[in-house]
């Protein structure tokens, strides 16, 4: 079992930027790929960014290519995601994930997540 807790979010003005971070413990953090995916109040929920085990191969939805930067410490067992320039439409709840053999932007392949943070971007 791996247990995730996010943390970080919050109220933001558009053009603001905030940090998010998810801490990790049970099982070999460097083992899982990780990700962060978003779900906006009536939509599916979507990716975000993932990162694989070692931190070297990272990848982003296209739309937050260029704002949004992952990063993980596995010393620290954490994954972070960088959110610069929001935008009102980056408002929903941001989930951590960890999986084992993932392709990056399909949630089913994720076996851990945790309980979400929400994000609100005003205009």
């Known amino acids: 079992q791996v247990h995730l807790v996010e943390s970080g979010g919050g109220l933001v003005q558009a053009g603001g930027s905030l940090r998010l971070s998810c801490a990790a413990s049970?099982?070999?953090?460097?083992?899982?790929?990780m990700g962060w995916f978003r779900q906006a109040p009536g939509k599916e929920r979507e990716f975000v960014a993932a990162?694989?085990?070692?931190?070297?191969?990272?990848y982003y939805a296209d739309s937050v290519k260029g704002r949004f930067t992952i990063s993980r410490d596995n010393a620290k067992n954490t994954v972070d995601l960088q959110m610069n320039r929001l935008k009102p439409e980056d408002t929903a709840v941001y989930y951590c994930?960890?999986?084992?053999?993932?392709?990056?932007?399909?949630?089913?392949?994720?076996?851990?997540w945790g309980q979400g943070t929400q994000v609100t971007v005003s205009s």
């Open positions: 994930a960890a999986g084992f053999s993932v392709m990056p932007g399909l949630e089913y392949d994720y076996d851990y």
């Open positions: 049970g099982r070999t953090f460097s083992n899982y790929a």
């Open positions: 990162i694989d085990w070692s931190g070297g191969s990272t």
